[in-house]
């Protein structure tokens, strides 16, 4: 199994920057994706972009392209996601989640994972 340990948010000011950690332990695959989701207050979840361990393939969300980048550490089993420019519409509970190699379609669905981190807040203000 998988353990997801995730830290780094908190509260910033619109245009600011924070930079979210999620750190795994456990049996990990080759395999495996590390995907990053988020839930806005009052609404779904909501795919931000995903990265796979074995190619370094990494997939965003259109809403975040070109302002959020993921990267990770493989000696250390850690995931990054550094969000910048951020907006108000931003501010949601932030979540890790591995699972195994899926499809390119099941990458960007919540209920495709099965290992989830607690979450992390970050509130963006105006």
């Known amino acids: 199994q998988v353990q997801l340990v995730e830290s780094g948010g908190g509260l910033v000011q619109a245009g600011g920057s924070l930079r979210l950690s999620c750190a795994a332990s456990?049996?990990?695959?080759?395999?495996?994706?590390m995907g990053w989701f988020r839930q806005p207050p009052g609404k779904e979840r909501e795919f931000v972009g995903c990265?796979?361990?074995?190619?370094?393939?990494?997939y965003y969300a259109d809403s975040v392209k070109g302002r959020f980048t993921i990267s990770r550490d493989n000696a250390k089993k850690t995931v990054y996601l550094q969000m910048n420019n951020l907006k108000p519409e931003d501010t949601a509970i932030y979540y890790c989640a591995a699972d195994a190699n899926m499809g390119p379609s099941g990458r960007t669905k919540w209920y495709e994972y099965n290992y989830w981190g607690q979450g992390t807040q970050v509130t963006v203000s105006s």
């Open positions: 456990g049996r990990t695959f080759s395999g495996y994706y």
């Open positions: 990265i796979s361990w074995s190619g370094g393939s990494i």
